[in-house]
C-alpha cells in the first residue's frame, strides 16, 4: 500500500461540463474526507464518509457536487456543470478511527482547471 | 465560527536561526491542534499534533488555551525545513474535520 491515491492528477475541462475524480484511501482506513484548496488557501472541508456512509457537508458543497463511497472502500467525487468557480486543487484523506481519531493522510490531490 | 490565522504568508530566514511559526485560533469548544507541513512537489503530511507534545524534526508547538495559540518553533532551522507550513484544528470527536490556516511559506536560506 503506497497511501492514499487520487485520479487524475490533472484535469481540464471546459465551463458546463461534467467531471468525477476517484480517491483510493488505506486499505484498512475506514474514513475518508475530501477537501478543496484555492490559490493562497489553506483546504477547506468538503464532506466525510464513514465506511459507506456520508455523514456531513460542507456548505461549500452545492447542489452540482455529489460525493459517493459505494463500498467503504474507493470515493468519487462528481462536479456536474462546472464553473470557472470550481478551477481548485481536489485533495482527499483518509483515517482510522476505532472510537479515538487517528491522523489523516493526504492524497496528491487532483488539480481542475475549468476554462 | 471555527477560524485559524496563520498572519505571515511568508517567513524568511537564514539556516541556523530560530524560527516561529504564530497560529491562532478561534474555537468555542475544546479543540485539537496540528501542524501540517508540505515540501516542495510532495503531499500534505502530519507534522505534529498537541496531544502527542512530541518534537518532530525538531520542531516543537505548545497550545496555550489563554492565547488560543499554538506557534510552531524550532531553534536552528535548517535549509529542508523550507516549505509550506498549515496550522489546523479539528473538534474532538464527530467528526474530525479539519479547518486549516491560510498557511505561512517558510524559506531558509544557506
Known amino acids: 500500500d503506497t497511501g492514499v491515491s487520487q485520479d487524475p492528477r490533472h484535469k481540464i475541462t471546459k465551463r458546463g461540463q461534467n467531471v468525477t475524480f476517484r480517491c483510493d484511501p488505506i486499505?484498512?482506513?475506514?474514513?475518508l474526507y475530501w477537501y478543496r484548496q484555492t490559490l493562497g488557501q489553506g483546504p477547506e472541508f468538503l464532506t466525510y464518509?464513514?465506511?459507506?456512509?456520508?455523514?456531513?457537508k460542507s456548505r461549500l458543497l452545492s447542489d452540482r457536487f455529489s460525493a459517493e463511497r459505494p463500498k467503504g472502500s474507493f470515493s468519487t467525487l462528481e462536479i456536474q456543470r462546472t464553473e470557472q468557480g470550481d478551477s481548485a486543487m481536489y485533495l482527499c484523506?483518509?483515517?482510522?478511527?476505532?472510537?479515538?481519531?487517528?491522523?489523516?493522510?493526504f492524497g496528491p490531490g487532483t488539480r481542475l482547471t475549468v476554462t | 465560527a471555527q477560524r485559524v490565522t496563520q498572519p505571515e504568508k511568508l517567513l524568511s530566514v537564514f539556516k541556523g536561526a530560530p524560527v516561529e511559526l504564530k497560529c491562532n485560533y478561534s474555537?468555542?469548544?475544546?479543540?485539537?491542534l496540528f501542524w501540517y507541513v508540505q515540501y516542495s512537489r510532495q503531499r500534505l503530511q502530519l507534522l505534529l499534533r498537541?496531544?502527542s507534545r512530541e518534537s518532530i524534526k525538531g520542531f516543537t508547538a505548545d497550545l496555550n488555551k489563554g492565547e488560543t495559540s499554538f506557534h510552531l518553533k524550532k531553534p536552528f532551522a535548517q535549509e529542508e525545513d523550507s516549505a509550506m507550513y498549515y496550522c489546523?484544528?479539528?473538534?474532538?470527536?464527530?467528526?474530525?474535520?479539519?479547518?486549516f490556516g491560510k498557511g505561512t511559506k517558510l524559506t531558509v536560506n544557506p
Open positions: 484523506a483518509s483515517s482510522l478511527f476505532l472510537g479515538v481519531h487517528y491522523e489523516q493522510y
Open positions: 486499505s484498512e482506513h475506514n474514513r
Open positions: 464518509f464513514q465506511n459507506e456512509a456520508q455523514l456531513e
Open positions: 474555537y468555542s469548544g475544546s479543540p485539537e
Open positions: 498537541h496531544i
Open positions: 489546523a484544528l479539528s473538534s474532538q470527536g464527530g467528526s474530525e474535520k479539519l479547518v
